[in-house]
């Protein structure tokens, strides 16, 4: 497994779906392969891309934990200024 700091550390989808259920996000393989697939406006809810070389969906895992992370303090950020 890769570590968080130095060079990126690619995963794929069910590694993707282990690092979210580490941080207390459990969802099926359906439903990551749901978030990795384009939309009709061929967009993905999470910046998945096609490996060139496997042809398999990839995702950075830094950018993947920071992603909710960011969401996280966005929450936080509302909840503080709803006063």
């Given at each position: 497994?890769?570590?968080?700091?130095?060079?990126?550390?690619?995963i794929?989808?069910?590694?993707?779906?282990?690092?979210?259920?580490?941080?207390?996000?459990?969802?099926?393989?359906r439903?990551?392969?749901?978030?990795?697939?384009r939309?009709?406006?061929?967009?993905?809810k999470?910046?998945?891309?096609?490996?060139?070389?496997?042809?398999?969906l990839?995702?950075?895992?830094?950018?993947?934990?920071?992603?909710?992370?960011?969401?996280?303090?966005?929450?936080?950020r509302?909840?503080n200024n709803?006063?």
């Amino acid at each position: 497994m890769c570590g968080m700091k130095l060079p990126p550390c690619y995963i794929g989808l069910e590694q993707a779906r282990q690092v979210l259920a580490e941080i207390g996000v459990e969802l099926t393989p359906r439903q990551m392969k749901r978030a990795a697939d384009r939309d009709a406006h061929g967009h993905r809810k999470l910046p998945f891309f096609v490996d060139p070389v496997e042809g398999t969906l990839k995702i950075e895992k830094g950018t993947l934990v920071a992603i909710y992370q960011q969401l996280q303090n966005d929450a936080v950020r509302d909840f503080n200024n709803s006063d």
